[in-house]
């Protein structure tokens, strides 16, 4: 099956830098890569997704990157915000396999 | 339009005793999935269903089973719960294509929490 990797498992940053988080991933058979939010007690949802027939997608202050050949795949968000604090996993593959996951803390 | 709906939301259970989780997807999802998800970790994913059908099993022991019903609302069972089966279930819905083809977003419910003493 996939096996997603997903670093750092913490990061700090301060309000208005960026953030990048990376995910490798093992099965290049996987072609949907989707980024969860996760706050604290809630459910995780979806803020970015991309297929493997492009390599970089956008949405406002958060975009994601894939690489299919060297397997990885990252998401950045800029001037980050204190509402972008929350745990973010990375996901591979129509099932669904998650990173561990990174804590964002932004601090004002 | 409500969401992916779990219940019950919360239960404690005891070693050896077993638990039925129930989930009802967005009104035209097809596909269910499960995750547990242990604190501090990404959510693992237990099993997939569509068209009342497994699609795809985790790595997780037989004591773990699930069904979908023609109303494509589904049950997740644990029988003889050990400490470890401590965790976050999600369920997860998803649309799937005139295709067969999974559209790919998930739709998180907002879990039952299982604690077992």
């Known amino acids: 099956g996939e096996n997603v990797e997903q670093h750092p498992s913490t990061l700090s940053v301060q309000e208005g830098d960026s953030a990048v988080i990376k995910c490798t991933y093992s099965d290049s058979a996987s072609n949907y890569f989707p980024w969860y939010k996760q706050e604290l007690g809630k459910r995780p949802q979806l803020i970015i997704d991309?297929?493997?027939?492009?390599g970089e997608k956008k949405d406002q202050r958060i975009a994601v990157t894939l690489n299919k050949t060297a397997k990885h795949f990252s998401l950045h968000i800029t001037e980050t915000q204190p509402e972008d604090s929350a745990v973010y996993f990375c996901a591979a593959s129509t099932k669904l396999s998650f990173g561990a996951g990174t804590t964002v803390t932004v601090r004002a | 339009d409500a969401g992916v709906t779990q219940s019950p939301t919360h239960l404690i259970k005891t070693r050896g005793q077993h638990v039925t989780l129930r989930c009802s997807p967005i009104?035209?999802?097809?596909?269910v999935s499960w995750y547990q998800q242990v604190l501090g970790q990404g959510p693992q994913f237990i099993f997939q269903y569509y068209e009342k059908e497994e699609r795809g099993r985790g790595n997780f022991p037989d004591r773990f089973s699930a069904r979908q019903f023609p109303n494509y609302s589904s049950e997740l069972n644990v029988n003889a719960l050990l400490l470890g089966d401590s965790a976050l279930y999600l369920c997860?819905?998803?649309?799937?294509?005139?295709?067969?083809?999974?559209?790919?977003?998930?739709?998180f419910g907002e879990g039952s929490r299982l604690t077992v003493l």
């Open positions: 991309i297929r493997s027939n492009v």
């Open positions: 009104s035209g999802h097809k596909s």
């Open positions: 997860a819905s998803s649309f799937v294509m005139k295709s067969g083809r999974a559209s790919g977003e998930l739709f």
